[in-house]
């Protein structure tokens, strides 16, 4: 079973407007990554979040950790119709192995 | 550097075949995994290594044999295909294992059995 989970499953917006979609994982973590999916493409890796951090930022790329919620969110202002695509935390499932959520897939409309 | 390679690109087999999924990187990355991808499943992790000649299974292994005789290849084999194997399989790499390093994707290869 997926350690983290992606939420909303779908998001559907229009350029210039901004998109958070949400990580929720069910225990103790030390590092979660962001990774993002063009269609037919491997995963590209986003974002690195580290548990004593609270916000990084990249770009139009901000990402949140909340340890006590066991949360993490993704917020891309902006959008641009460039950035459809599907987008998926990785969390660590028992002591280091990175474990995939089902993914948010995002569409941008021009 | 190519980085993670595989392949074929795409691949159909027949119920019973077996094959070799290629996998190759050129950055001397320890840690290499295999992972399969179906509609909305996400990724399912199928088996990984730790370095030459350390293999391990994952969370979906069955199905499934791995070698990792070098530090750059990673083959998967299939070893009696079944339907339920059609999928698309991703390669990837990182410098260790774990989530506090990037991983590096190659590109896939979509696997219809027929």
């Known amino acids: 079973s997926q350690q983290g989970e992606e939420d909303p499953q779908a998001l559907s917006i229009q350029e210039g407007e901004n998109a958070t979609m949400n990580c929720s994982y069910k225990t103790s973590i030390n590092n979660l990554q962001w990774y993002r999916q063009n269609s037919g493409r491997g995963l590209v890796h986003l974002i690195l979040?580290?548990?004593?951090?609270r916000e990084k930022h990249s770009g139009r790329l901000r990402v949140t950790l909340d340890t006590s919620k066991k949360s993490s969110s993704l917020l891309i202002t902006a959008s641009r119709a460039a950035d459809t695509a599907s987008y998926f935390c990785a969390t660590e499932r028992g002591s280091y192995i990175p474990t995939f959520g089902r993914g948010t897939s995002l569409i941008v409309h021009p | 550097n190519a980085g993670v390679t595989q392949t074929p690109k795409f691949q159909v087999l027949k119920t019973g075949q077996s094959m070799t999924l290629q996998c190759a990187q050129d950055?001397?990355?320890?840690?290499m995994s295999w992972y399969r991808q179906d509609p909305g499943m996400g990724l399912r992790l199928i088996h990984y290594?730790?370095?030459?000649?350390?293999?391990d299974q994952g969370e979906v292994p069955n199905g499934y044999n791995v070698s990792r005789s070098t530090t750059e290849d990673f083959p998967l084999r299939l070893l009696s295909a079944a339907p339920s194997q059609t999928s698309v399989y991703f390669c990837a790499s990182s410098p260790f294992p774990g989530v506090g390093y990037e991983q590096y994707f190659g590109p896939g290869t979509r696997l219809t059995v027929t």
């Open positions: 979040i580290r548990s004593n951090e």
């Open positions: 950055m001397n990355h320890e840690y």
């Open positions: 290594s730790v370095g030459a000649g350390i293999t």
